[in-house]
């Protein structure tokens, strides 16, 4: 009876550790040190996290992971659906795309092959989080300056803080014109400078290349752009 039992077991854990699914996207790699634990394969769906496929892996951290993928995009995985402080974010596309990482710093430095616009991606937040890390020095001292009620300095933290915004969406914007050819230049555009001035948006618009421009964020960029520019007519 316990070799049956047994026998069951191993054929379990063998059906949940593959993935059936078929998809033009194989998602591939190891997570160091996971030993027992369920990874999602997410993406971003009208506004809602959804899982598109997942894996429970056992003893190696050996996963395969598959979907569809119509252009370029944005894919989490995330670790037994935590996206909070365990995910690994990269750009998806056609063809094979290989993960390895470790369980104890998951998704802090994951080295991520197979994607061109990762590549492109990885570039622009290496600047990026320079200009994050500036705004929470800038934070600190707002703090301490409003805890010693130092006017002078709040105003001068004020004007220092809108001068480091603007070089960071004048860096933001040439980074997107210098990789126009690039799925990853509307998605920094979108998450980056949905709040800047509309003038950069179409700059950055007007340069993509028209494979780019007809991709999944090339699409909802100009889509953005005009609801943008609707609103401001709506508004005169």
């Known amino acids: 009876m316990k070799k049956i039992i047994g026998f069951i077991l191993i054929a379990l854990i063998a059906i949940a550790c593959s993935s059936k699914k078929d998809g033009n996207m194989i998602v591939e790699g190891n997570i160091k040190g996971l030993k027992k634990g369920t990874l999602y394969l997410q993406k971003m769906q009208d506004t809602v ?46 063809g094979t795309i290989t993960i390895k990482d470790n369980i104890e710093l998951f998704g802090f430095n994951p080295e991520i092959t197979g994607s061109k616009n990762q590549l492109v991606f990885n570039n622009y937040m290496k600047i990026n989080s320079k200009f994050q890390n500036q705004s929470l020095n800038f934070v ?17 933290l004020d004007k220092d803080y809108k001068s480091m915004i603007r070089r960071r969406y004048l860096y933001t914007t040439n980074f997107a014109l210098n990789n126009a050819n690039y799925e990853a230049a509307p ?13 950069l948006l179409d700059t950055i618009n007007n340069s993509l290349s028209e494979d ?25």
């Open 49 to 94: 996290l959804v899982s598109v496929d997942s894996i429970t892996v056992f003893g190696d951290g050996n996963f395969r992971l598959t979907d569809n993928v119509a252009s370029p995009e944005m894919y989490y995985l995330t670790f037994n659906g935590n996206v909070t402080n365990k995910r690994i974010l990269f750009f998806g596309n056609k």
């Open 140 to 156: 600190k001292k707002e703090f301490d300056a409003r805890k010693d009620n130092d006017k002078d300095l709040l105003e001068k």
């Open 187 to 199: 998605y920094i555009a979108l998450t980056e400078l949905y709040n800047a001035n509309i003038k």
């Open 212 to 236: 780019v421009r007809n991709s999944t964020y090339g699409k909802r960029l100009d889509k953005y752009i005009k609801d943008i520019k609707e609103k401001e007519k709506e508004n005169k």
